[in-house]
């Protein structure tokens, strides 16, 4: 049985585990930074700030058979600010042509932007090796969601999504090798880690001009916008609920970002209210599968997946929960 929660200190030895494992930029494989992000997330669930950019969600999926943590994911409630900016790389295109010679061209452009008072990013889902395959990773995307659609007053009306582009078999980046080196003379893990906590270097060393396509090799063009071989399933889940592609990708890495208005996602628009009620009446056909909110301590969040009968605004589940609480829940 799998149980979605609000991070706690205790979870902090497994999670530097699994940071090793994943070596991404929302789960630093560093102590002091995991330590402080673990804090964050209980200061903003306990007491969100009206400052948004300071408010990061952590939620941890784990395993209550073996007692262990299978995966993460995150919510930042405000990605981009003026201290902090938001950068991209806009893709566009531009026309050329001569009268002289009756011909021209269409070249693809990348441009260095940034966002200011930017939305509120969904992020950081990391799922242990030993439970991929399982439709785990669903779970732990979903839970925000979730909490996103219960707490709309504490998140911005745009959620923003980055994905993870496809590296060669060296874990490199072609779009870094072919534009980031050449500017920042710097390997592409050195200046994501370096990006973790100063982006003054990216405003101050990327060029400002546009960046025709045409002059890149094809590995660096072929991975703009695109995503790897395991980010798929993530590209077309945020499709079928209503995310798409904003014609901007990560300056790094090409990766692609894609937004919604977040009340016009489908998991958010269809999210249920009821009362749970008794299991005696559980009925397996027709039943609906769910990931419901469950009662817990004040100040952190608590939610499981599981099997439903929704009747007249009563949860009939299919385990005994708590009767006469009331929660919400999301449809898988």
Request: neutral net charge; glycine residues 6%; charged residues 25%.
């Amino acid at each position: 049985m799998f149980i979605i929660r609000s991070v706690e200190n205790s979870d902090l030895d497994e999670l530097m585990e699994l940071s090793k494992l994943a070596n991404f930029i929302n789960l630093p494989s560093n102590l002091e930074m995991l330590k402080e992000k673990i804090a964050s997330s209980q200061k903003s669930f306990k007491n969100p700030s009206s400052d948004l950019w300071k408010n990061n969600y952590f939620f941890v999926l784990e395993d209550l058979d073996k007692k262990k943590i299978a995966g993460v994911s995150m919510i930042h409630a405000q990605h981009g600010t003026r201290e902090e900016p938001h950068f991209y790389l806009a893709v566009g295109k531009e026309k050329k042509y001569s009268k002289t010679l009756r011909q021209g061209h269409i070249h693809g452009t990348l441009t260095l932007g940034f966002d200011q008072d930017g939305p509120t990013e969904i992020g950081g889902l990391v799922l242990h090796p030993q439970y991929r395959g399982k439709k785990l990773g669903k779970q732990l995307s979903l839970v925000r969601f979730l909490y996103l659609a219960i707490h709309p007053e504490n998140f911005k009306d745009t959620i923003h999504a980055e994905l993870l582009p496809p590296f060669d078999s060296n874990g490199n980046s072609p779009l870094w090798e072919a534009i980031g080196r050449r500017f920042l003379n710097m390997d592409y893990q050195e200046a994501d880690d370096l990006s973790r906590t100063n982006k003054e270097f990216i405003l101050d060393l990327f060029p400002r001009e546009k960046i025709y396509e045409t002059l890149l090799p094809m590995d660096a063009r072929n991975a703009i916008g695109k995503v790897g071989k395991t980010t798929i399933p993530v590209k077309k889940m945020l499709e079928k609920i209503g995310f798409k592609y904003t014609e901007e990708i990560d300056p790094f890495d090409g990766g692609p970002h894609y937004r919604a208005k977040l009340d016009k996602i489908t998991t958010v628009e269809n999210m249920f209210q009821g009362e749970i009620v008794s299991s005696e009446n559980f009925s397996p056909t027709n039943a609906s599968h769910v990931i419901l909110s469950l009662p817990c301590e004040e100040g952190k969040f608590l939610a499981t997946q599981i099997n439903i009968n929704l009747k007249d605004n009563k949860i009939i589940p299919e385990r005994d929960l708590e009767i006469g609480f009331k929660t919400s829940g999301v449809f898988i």
